[in-house]
């Protein structure tokens, strides 16, 4: 597998298996974030049935692994856990 990463110097390619910089990239593909309905959301990642939102609280990342939640079917809002 291999993944864009978006660093200070620029975008980079990483090959995740063998752990190993492949070198610069042009772009990181777009992704549309998952919509949560939580107060004092800053961010939002999701891949498959795990959710992770970012909020402005102590402690910061509250992450979900809601069975038969993904990106194309979320209008069952996953239940949050920090």
């Known amino acids: 597998m ?4 978006d660093t200070v110097e620029g975008v980079v390619l990483v090959d ?3 752990e190993a910089v492949l070198g610069p990239g042009s772009e990181l593909p777009a992704a549309e974030a998952p919509h949560v309905d939580l107060p004092r959301v800053v961010a939002t990642a999701g891949a498959g049935s795990t959710l992770v939102a ?4 102590r402690p910061p990342l509250a992450i979900s692994n809601a069975p038969g939640f993904s990106k194309t079917s979320s209008t069952d809002a996953p239940r949050i856990i920090a």
């Open 16 to 18: 995740v298996e063998e």
């Open 54 to 57: 970012v909020v402005d609280r």
């Open 2 to 5: 291999i993944a864009a990463v």
